[in-house]
């Protein structure tokens, strides 16, 4: 499912040059996990399409098909729930150690430290047995969303609410966050919120999550490396950019000014372009209509409207300018989702990681134990060395004295 080398170049002597191109195109591995079909704006779970998903599952089925590689019977799902319910409670040294951090300190850094201090605590941190993997896994999933529910209340001065095992995993998150109890109607679009941000084949952080994994680390370092490389506004910081946005913009009758003037200096529309998919992006279709529906139910339509009107004028503004379509990515859409059920923007991206765990451990359990090659190998690929060249001899080497 992966797209053409569109950026390559073919030189004289018929080779391709695939440098500086950030990776695109390049095959480094298979999977089993997830598979993207970029020009026809296709996602898929484990060969289950997204849109299925997200209509007919649940997160908690979602990640037990992407970590055991199939849908679960009753039994299965039943006990796979109760697994990820008990393993939600957090260490009182972690509570207390988010407490200890300023209020302002970045969401993506407390979470990775966190997540290193968790892994003192995991009495499988050093076995190799896939297990023991899985219930690593589980642990992650679940504490990550605990971890990040209390910070965002203390860190606004509010006390840490602990987790309540009858709620479904998402629906605990925005009670953890909130303080009360979801509708169930709320509580559903955000489980597809969830489900849609699972897993995305080998984005940045996954492959960095992987190439961590090769290495025969532990999945917490692997993981806490995937943190840092969402944190970036290209990746998973991009949601928050497209909030901050729509707050400044205000109004819907100035959303076709700022998106002129904003393309017209050459500058982004964040949630606007997508690496991969040279079509709509399945995943923002869904979340817009979630955010209509959430506009209607929390009287706020006005991020909806604005959102579309940004969608709009920039596919506009972009082929007068570009002479090349663009659509939405999934942030765009989520922004507004999340912004309407109380989610502060500033955890945005912190939100990101939560949803994203299960789609991290998949992909770490699938390098560790070669489930889609035929053996395990270290990640180790090349450059070419463009420096200072002397010649055939290395440079002259010569004492501070001796130096202009």
Not at 41 to 48: A, C, I, P, S
Not at 78 to 95: C, G, H, M, S, T
Not at 126 to 147: M, N, P, W, Y
Not at 176 to 204: C, Q, R, V
Request: charged share 25%.
């Amino acid at each position: 499912m992966g797209r053409r080398l569109t950026e390559t170049k073919v030189d004289n002597n018929g080779q391709i040059n695939t440098k500086n191109i950030g990776l695109r195109g390049i095959h480094v591995a298979d999977t089993m996990i997830s598979g993207v079909d970029g020009e026809n704006g296709k996602l898929e779970y484990r060969g289950y399409s997204i849109t299925d998903l997200a209509k007919y599952s649940s997160f908690e089925e979602t990640a037990y098909l992407l970590l055991y590689g199939d849908l679960p019977n009753q039994k299965q799902i039943e006990e796979f729930k109760a697994e990820l319910a008990n393993e939600r409670d957090i260490p009182d040294l972690v509570v207390q150690t988010l407490k200890s951090r300023s209020p302002s300190a970045l969401s993506m850094d407390v979470l990775q430290s966190a997540i290193s201090l968790l892994a003192d605590y995991d009495p499988d941190l050093e076995s190799e047995d896939k297990d023991a993997h899985r219930r690593k896994g589980i642990r992650l999933i679940s504490k990550v969303a605990t971890v990040i529910a209390a910070w965002d209340r203390i860190r606004n001065g509010l006390e840490y609410i602990k987790p309540d095992k009858t709620l479904s995993h998402s629906a605990n998150f925005l009670y953890m966050i909130n303080g009360e109890k979801p509708t169930e109607e709320i509580a559903k679009y955000i489980d597809i919120a969830f489900i849609l941000h699972a897993d995305h084949s080998f984005n940045a952080s996954t492959f960095v999550a992987r190439g961590v994994a090769s290495t025969r680390a532990h999945m917490y370092a692997a993981v806490t490396a995937a943190i840092g490389t969402l944190s970036g506004i290209l990746h998973g910081g991009a949601n928050t950019r497209v909030m901050k946005e729509l707050i400044e913009i205000g109004e819907p009758d100035q959303v076709e000014n700022w998106v002129k003037s904003r393309l017209n200096k050459g500058g982004l529309v964040m949630g606007m372009g997508h690496a991969q998919y040279k079509t709509n992006d399945p995943r923002a279709i869904i979340l817009k209509g979630i955010s209509e529906k959430l506009g209607t139910i929390t009287n706020e339509p006005k991020w909806y409207e604005m959102t579309q009107m940004i969608e709009e004028t920039t596919k506009k503004e972009f082929l007068k300018l570009k002479k090349r379509n663009i659509h939405p990515n999934v942030d765009l859409y989520s922004a507004s989702v999340y912004y309407m059920v109380g989610i502060d923007t500033e955890i945005f991206t912190s939100l990101f990681a939560v949803q994203r765990m299960v789609g991290w451990v998949a992909h770490i359990i699938e390098e560790k134990f070669a489930e889609a090659q035929p053996k395990a190998v270290l990640y180790r690929p090349s450059s070419t060395y463009i420096g200072r060249n002397c010649g055939e001899e290395s440079c002259e080497y010569k004492p501070i004295e001796k130096r202009k």
